[in-house]
């Protein structure tokens, strides 16, 4: 049975403010860890928080209208599996009591997916958390921090707010992550962060690539610590790809981040996790929120693990809906990555952002630009009627545009 997010919450009748975690983070700066909402809040310098433009929050605001067909945010249209959600409505009753012997059931569950030990797996409200907590563990105003450019941003935008050196390496002519070049910047960095497949770009590397990556970084900047994003694993169907979970368990200056946000179609209920070497995690730990899952995603995010029926249809659903738009692209003559994701960029030979206000205007929200790829549109994958929505009304604003382009 296929469930909606929107069905779920109505058949339970829990806003989403019941099921996440919040609180304050350093110099008192709101402590959001939402993925999914692209970071609607940047960080600058002296502990300001700042709104990067009331345009990108009306844009959300239009995503979230009734009706709209949401490919923006790289959300999983399908949601959770009908076992997470059953979870859920099995255990209400034990919303009074803080979560203790919930965590230790999912963490000993990914352990032994993972084929790690519990110690070497902590959990996060989101990997957006961690990904924050990871920042103030290893960086400083004298430990740069080191990114891909564009790559998801969150990471690099609290960098900024705790004042550390901002170090962006701009992507390849085919916009993969340029490895050698983000090897060479790390030197005396705090952190490296590397997101495969990396967000925006959809792009990936090798397992092979990757380690080669750590090594390097290991003999040029002993002190950095790699932390390897692998928030769309499941979704890879690229040769050579595999996690570097076995080198998190094995270097201290390696760490692994999942999350629940993205086949598990989970972005609304807050769960990621990180797995390293104990002496690793307790850095990030110190930097993270005790009790920061609720008790109900918890056990949502325990079923999910062991619904493997689910991931496998997920896993298909995207991949037939992936060839389904990327073969009008191609018959169209744009040129796009190899969408490794649940998403992907494609050239659409003329300006994303004003492509994009168009097609919200039509009643699809897609990604917003990502200087200073200007011409690339980053699409989600939606459900296969939401995708057929979107490429008719693609194909008249792109048909419209060429013919203005040729009057």
Avoid at 49 to 58: F, I, K, L, S
């Amino acid at each position: 049975m296929t469930v909606s997010r929107r069905r779920f919450v109505q058949s339970i009748g829990v806003g989403g403010a019941a099921l996440g975690a919040g609180g304050a983070g350093v110099f008192g700066a709101p402590l959001i860890s939402a993925r999914g909402h692209e970071a609607l809040w940047a960080f600058q310098g002296q502990g300001q928080a700042v709104d990067p433009g009331a345009a990108r929050r009306a844009d959300r605001r239009m995503a979230a209208a009734p009706g709209m067909v949401r490919i923006d945010s790289n959300e999983n249209p399908i949601g959770p599996g009908k076992k997470a959600i059953d979870a859920i409505r099995a255990h209400f009753d034990e919303c009074n009591r803080y979560p203790i012997v919930a965590e230790d059931d999912v963490i000993a569950t990914i352990a032994k997916l993972q084929g790690v030990a519990p110690e070497n797996v902590m959990l996060g409200c989101g990997s957006g958390e961690l990904l924050r907590a990871a920042d103030n563990a290893f960086l400083s105003k004298t430990s740069a921090y080191v990114a891909g450019g564009p790559t998801f941003e969150a990471p690099g935008d609290w960098a900024k707010f705790i004042g550390a050196e901002v170090r962006s390496v701009p992507v390849d002519s085919k916009l993969g992550l340029d490895l050698d070049a983000m090897g060479a910047a790390s030197r005396g960095a705090g952190l490296v962060y590397l997101c495969n497949p990396n967000n925006p770009t959809a792009t990936v590397h090798t397992k092979a690539d990757v380690m080669a990556f750590i090594e390097k970084v290991n003999k040029l900047s002993p002190e950095t610590t790699i932390l390897v994003d692998e928030a769309y694993f499941e979704y890879v169907d690229a040769a050579g790809y595999g996690t570097v979970i076995p080198a998190a368990i094995q270097n201290p200056r390696v760490l692994v981040l999942r999350t629940f946000s993205k086949v598990f179609g989970m972005a609304g209920l807050r769960i990621g996790y990180a797995v390293g070497r104990p002496e690793t995690l307790a850095k990030v730990k110190q930097w993270t929120l005790g009790s920061n899952i609720s008790q109900l995603t918890l056990v949502a995010a325990h079923a999910a693990l062991e619904d493997t029926a689910h991931i496998t249809a997920e896993v298909a659903r995207n991949r037939e809906v992936k060839a389904f738009t990327r073969k009008f692209f191609a018959d169209g003559g744009y040129t796009m990555t190899s969408a490794d994701a649940n998403f992907m960029m494609v050239d659409i030979k003329r300006d994303a952002a004003a492509f994009k206000k168009l097609a919200l205007k039509q009643g699809i929200a897609i990604g917003r630009s990502f200087p200073p790829l200007t011409n690339q549109a980053r699409i989600t994958f939606g459900t296969m009627p939401e995708m057929k929505k979107a490429v008719a009304v693609f194909k008249e604003l792109l048909s419209n545009g060429n013919r203005a382009a040729g009057s």
